[in-house]
């Protein structure tokens, strides 16, 4: 019996089976864990409901969700309360602005839409579910996961307004932890290394992201969606029943490095 059996978890965000979110299914399934997914249009569905079977989840157990709707958020709740008395596990695996404002210059490529957009889904649709999710989760000794990148706190090129964004979701993780914590609710978020996602495709320059990130990671190396699944169970699990308000860095050790001196230098 895995440390997460008995545990309802509701995941948004798989977008493949290359996502941080499958990665993260992948081990709450193997732990023991009953799992509900979102998707978020009829493009990506079957992706998601594929995922579902292979883990052997109840493939009635999906909703379309559109994270910049609060009907189609609410929607997701009343329907998973026909199925499920409570939600133990809300992870929030959402993350998006238009691709033009992902390269070159911050300045130059920023606009009012872009900031606009970059936070309604990237940072305000966390507060969003977390509100909606609250009736169900409320008294449940639940747990609340976002996924963040260290751009948050530091400048990384061409991530530009996402890196905004970033920011204002660790800061919405922390307030969240404080407001839920007496209702019985942890929030926590994991600062994922540079990992090869649908998402990251969007980045430009990833590939260099990826390659500095081998250099100075002190693992020498990326990390994987397996990786961030298991520490994401973690922290989802009982085992992790005092921790609240954190972020925990799974990117083999880059975010400590200050300096990196090429080998023959």
């Known amino acids: 019996m895995g ?5 309802k978890a509701l995941i948004v965000g798989v977008a493949s089976d290359r996502s941080i979110a499958s990665g993260i299914a992948e081990a709450f399934a193997r732990e023991g864990a009953e799992i509900a997914f979102t998707y978020q249009n009829e493009k990506l569905k079957s992706r998601v409901e594929k995922l579902s079977a292979r883990l052997g989840q ?3 157990l999906l909703f379309p969700c559109d994270v910049t709707s609060d009907d189609e958020i ?11 008395d409570g939600v133990d596990v809300l992870i929030h695996s959402v993350g998006f602005a238009p691709r033009e404002q992902l390269a070159g210059g911050f ?3 920023i606009t009012r839409e872009g900031y606009a957009i970059s936070h309604d889904i990237s940072a305000y649709s966390l507060a969003a579910l977390a509100k909606a999710a609250l009736p169900m989760m409320e008294g449940r000794d639940a747990a609340i996961l976002a996924l963040t990148y260290d751009a948050a706190t530091k400048v990384v090129p061409n991530y530009n307004v996402m890196g905004l964004a970033k920011a204002s979701l660790e800061s919405c993780v922390r307030f969240l932890a404080a407001d839920l914590g007496p209702k019985g609710i942890r929030v926590n978020q994991i600062s994922a290394g540079a990992v090869k996602t649908l998402a990251a495709a969007g980045i430009g320059g990833f590939r260099k992201m990826q390659n500095y990130a081998v250099k100075a990671a002190p693992l020498r190396r990326t990390v994987t969606i397996e990786e961030i699944g298991n520490a994401a169970a973690f922290l989802c699990s009982d ?3 005092g921790i609240t308000g954190e972020t925990t860095f799974v990117d083999a ?6 300096m990196v001196f090429d080998d023959d230098e």
């Open 3 to 7: 440390f997460m059996a008995g545990k």
């Open 253 to 258: 050790g880059v975010n400590i490095m200050g």
């Open 107 to 109: 300045t130059e490529s």
């Open 58 to 60: 109840n493939t009635d």
């Open 239 to 241: 085992l992790a029943s």
């Open 74 to 84: 609410d929607a997701v709740f009343a329907e998973l309360g026909k199925h499920w």
